[in-house]
Structures are given as structure tokens and as C-alpha cells.
């Protein structure tokens, strides 16, 4: 098995340069960082007034965090619906079989 060395890709969020270490793939941590960054964006354009990057970021941390748990509800609620959806179809099949035997 491969190991896979550990990348030095250097980003810059919010106007500050970051030297990020990773195994993930540069592109993929490049694309993090941008999604970081135009989310701490958005952030400080939704604001009336001017704000600390700290108190931008935070706030962008917690609208990825909103975003996720909504996401991951959307997941368990989808699962639940094909695994009623799965039982129905099997039990219909079951039926189907009995009677046929």
C-alpha cells in the first residue's frame, strides 16, 4: 500500500497567507481554502458594519456548520425514506413469493 507524502500548498484566506501541510491532493486543499474564503466574504458582506476578521471568521465557521448539520438532516431524512421505501418493496416481494407458492 502507498503512502501518500504530505503536500506544503500555500493559500491565502481573508487576505492572510497560509502554508497548509496535508496529505490531501494541492487542488483539493486550494479549493477549500476558496470555499473558506467566500464564505468569510459573504460574512462581511452581510454586515452593516466593519467586524474583525476573528469575529468574521467565526461567524463563517458557524454558517458551514448551519450548513452541514442541515445537510446531514437531509441525509438521515432521505436514508429513512429508502429504507421505508426498500422494507415496502421487500415485504410486497415476500407477499408476492407466498403466494405464488
Known amino acids: 500500500m502507498e503512502e501518500?507524502?504530505?503536500s506544503?500548498?500555500?493559500v491565502t484566506i481573508y487576505g492572510q497567507e497560509y502554508t497548509v501541510k496535508a496529505k490531501a491532493d494541492p487542488s483539493y486543499?486550494?479549493?477549500v481554502a476558496n470555499f473558506v474564503n467566500e464564505k468569510m466574504e459573504e460574512?462581511?458582506?452581510s454586515l452593516t458594519?466593519?467586524?474583525s476578521p476573528l469575529r468574521i471568521a467565526i461567524l463563517a465557521a458557524m454558517n458551514v456548520t448551519?450548513?452541514?448539520f442541515s445537510s446531514n438532516k437531509d441525509k438521515e431524512e432521505l436514508n429513512h425514506k429508502i429504507d421505508e421505501k426498500t422494507m415496502f418493496?421487500?415485504?410486497l416481494i415476500?407477499?408476492?413469493l407466498n403466494e405464488d407458492t
Open 29 to 31: 486543499i486550494v479549493s
Open 89 to 91: 418493496l421487500v415485504d
Open 43 to 45: 460574512v462581511e458582506n
Open 49 to 51: 458594519t466593519v467586524q
Open 94 to 96: 415476500d407477499e408476492k
Open 66 to 68: 448551519d450548513e452541514l
Open 8 to 10: 506544503l500548498v500555500r
Open 4 to 6: 501518500q507524502n504530505d
